[in-house]
């Protein structure tokens, strides 16, 4: 059975917040379990706000790049995430993951602040070839040592960093383009067991209950479930379904070009993507997109119909458009609409399969997904 899947939106705002929209923060939830992606200001407060994560079940936390709006609010959140426990060295560290200078920032930030974590921590840098290794002095008994994990680039000259390999998910990063150095996250779901075919399968289990001396030989269909495959007495063999692939999550960074993520990225189910700006009707009159994009790519963000291209050019399934500016409320259906329309129009994949997203918002991940 697939675990559950599920992005939260916890801020989609880009530099600072608005009246309706946090700086850039969501969540990744797993079967309860969640891993943060960046954390703007007051992504604590968000947190509060919305009802679907559990303080205690976040156990992770990337950062796509060091920018203010993406981190200000992690070195609280860290405090607030550890406040009411009690000191327990068996307790998994809270493991954040991000670009170079971040152990440096989370280290910093508490020990000038004073601040004790009840729980340990450890900061894993993703280096690229001229970043500085970290030799830093540890922040107290609560800070683990991290990894320093090097940028490794294939025969193509593609780059990349294999971020973590754990339980049904590997996670692995890519450069992309900004105004200081950033990442794209790719979360890939290991493959899924098929259905099994109970009106073939039971048939061969019960003609074989005498001599397999099971009360009951359904149990053995957990061992098809993990991909294993059944020798009968009688000599029959059954073979476990045919695995299913799991599913692709992509969360960009801010990106101007996200092309270093390409052969990453490829038949995505879901693409989280930047749109900081898009030509819309609140624009001064006589505005064309070229001069909007023209602009965005200056300051290294892209637009809405720029994320549809990308979205297209690595068959995704489905584009949630994020980190919109301060100018655009998300409670404007009109120009939240025409954001909108301008990504399909680029995508051209379905106007339900690109969302633009909202503080609060859930997105369920299916396979294909369908909602």
Known sequence: MPKSLSIQFLGTSSAQPSLTRNTSSLAVIIDGTSWLFDVGE?????????????????????????????????????????????????????????????????????????????????????????????????????????????????????KSWKVIDEGDYIVSAAPIEHSIPSLGYVIDEKPISGNIDIELVKPILMRNKDALELKNPMELLKKLQQNQSLNMPDGTIIEPPQQRPGRKIIILGDTFDPSGIIHLAMDADVLVHEATNSLTSDDPEGTTYEQVEKLSIEKGHSTSKMAGKFAAKINAQKLLLNHFSHRYRSDNENIMNEIKQAAIESFGNGNDQVICTYDGMTIQILKNCAR
């Not at 407060?45 to 205690?56: D, P, R, V």
């Not at 921590?121 to 030799?135: N, T």
Request: net charge neutral.
């Open 42 to 158: 007051a992504t604590q407060h968000q947190l509060n706000k919305f009802k679907n994560i559990k303080w205690g079940k976040i156990d992770k936390i990337f950062i796509t790049h060091m920018h203010g709006d993406h981190v200000f609010g992690l070195p609280p959140l860290l405090c607030t995430l550890t406040n009411n426990l009690s000191e327990d060295p068996a307790r998994p560290p809270i493991e954040i993951y991000g670009p170079s200078g971040l152990r440096n920032f989370v280290r910093s930030s508490l020990s000038l602040t004073r601040s004790h974590l009840n729980r340990n921590c450890v900061v894993h840098e993703l280096l690229f070839p001229d970043d500085p290794i970290d030799s830093g002095k540890l922040f107290e008994s609560s800070e683990q040592s991290g990894k320093n994990i090097h940028m490794t680039i294939d025969k193509n000259n593609n």
